[in-house]
C-alpha cells in the first residue's frame, strides 16, 4: 500500500524557517517524482516545488523561488521541503504528493499525502 | 490567477445528476492535454478521482465519469450521494507556463 507521510509542520514567525518531510513507503521512492502542493485556510490548491525521481531536475512556484529549496533522498525514501523567509502568505496545509512519472511529463497525482500544516504568525 | 477555471459551486439533490466544467484554453486542455480530477472531503487530502479525461482509478464508483472536448472539460456525478459532498479540481498542463501543470479553481458540490 502505497503511503505518503508528512511532517515538521508547526507555527514559526515571519522571517524564520521550517524543514518538512515526507516518509514514503508501499513503492519504489526512486522511480518516481515528488511534489510539494499547498492548500491555504479556505482557498484552492497550489503547486509548491517538484523534483524529478533521481533529483537531478527541480521546480518551484514563483511565490516561493529562492525562498525554498526540495530535495530527497531515495536511500531513505524520504521527500524534503526546506522553507525558509516564511511569510504569513505561506501559511498553509502542505501535502506532498507523487506524480505518475519520474520526470516533469504532463501527468497527474496519484497518490497524496495527509498534509502538515504551516502556521506563520508572530 | 488559475488558467483553468471552474464554477465556484454546484448542487444537486441526492439521485441527481451534476456536472462541473473546467474551462482552459489552447495553451492547455485545446492543445490536447489531459484533463485530471481531483476529490477532497472536508478536512482530508485530495484524492485523484479521474485521470486521463475519463479514467477512474480502482475503487471509484462508476457514478463519477468525465469527459474533455475543445478547450473544456467535464466531471459528471450521476445518483448523487451525500458522501460526494465535496471539494473538485481539475488540473491540466498548460504549454505556456513552466511549472509542471496547473490546478483548476476548485468546485465546491453540495447535496442539497
Known amino acids: 500500500e502505497v503511503q505518503l507521510v508528512e511532517s515538521g509542520g508547526g507555527l514559526v514567525q515571519p522571517g524564520g524557517s521550517l524543514r518538512l518531510s515526507c516518509a514514503a513507503s508501499?513503492?519504489?521512492?526512486?522511480?518516481?517524482?515528488m511534489h510539494w502542493v499547498r492548500q491555504a485556510p479556505g482557498k484552492g490548491l497550489e503547486y509548491v516545488s517538484a523534483?524529478?525521481?533521481?533529483?537531478?531536475?527541480?521546480y518551484y512556484a514563483n511565490s516561493v523561488k529562492g525562498r525554498f529549496t526540495i530535495s530527497r533522498d531515495n536511500s531513505k525514501n524520504t521527500l524534503y521541503l526546506q522553507m525558509g523567509s516564511l511569510r504569513a502568505e505561506d501559511m498553509a496545509v502542505y501535502y506532498c504528493?507523487?506524480?505518475?512519472?519520474?520526470?516533469?511529463?504532463?501527468?497527474?497525482?496519484?497518490?497524496w499525502g495527509q498534509g502538515t500544516l504551516v502556521t506563520v504568525s508572530s | 490567477q488559475s488558467v483553468l477555471t471552474q464554477p465556484p459551486s454546484v448542487s444537486g439533490a441526492p439521485g441527481q445528476r451534476v456536472t462541473i466544467s473546467c474551462t482552459g484554453s489552447?495553451?492547455?486542455?485545446?492543445?490536447?492535454?489531459?484533463v485530471h480530477w481531483y476529490q477532497q472531503l472536508p478536512g482530508t487530502a485530495p484524492k485523484l478521482l479521474i485521470y486521463?479525461?475519463?479514467n477512474r482509478p480502482s475503487g471509484v464508483p462508476d457514478r463519477f465519469s468525465g469527459s474533455k472536448s475543445g478547450t473544456s472539460a467535464s466531471l459528471a456525478i450521476t445518483g448523487l450521494q451525500a458522501e460526494d459532498e465535496a471539494d473538485y479540481y481539475c488540473?491540466?498542463?498548460?504549454?505556456?507556463?513552466?511549472?509542471?501543470?496547473?490546478f483548476g479553481t476548485g468546485t465546491k458540490v453540495t447535496v442539497l
Open positions: 486521463g479525461n475519463s
Open positions: 504528493a507523487r506524480w505518475n512519472y519520474g520526470d516533469f511529463l504532463p501527468g497527474y497525482f496519484d497518490y
Open positions: 489552447s495553451s492547455n486542455i485545446g492543445a490536447g492535454y489531459d
Open positions: 488540473q491540466s498542463y498548460d504549454s505556456s507556463l513552466s511549472g509542471p501543470g496547473v
Open positions: 523534483i524529478s525521481s533521481n533529483g537531478g531536475s527541480t
Open positions: 508501499g513503492f519504489t521512492f526512486s522511480s518516481y517524482a
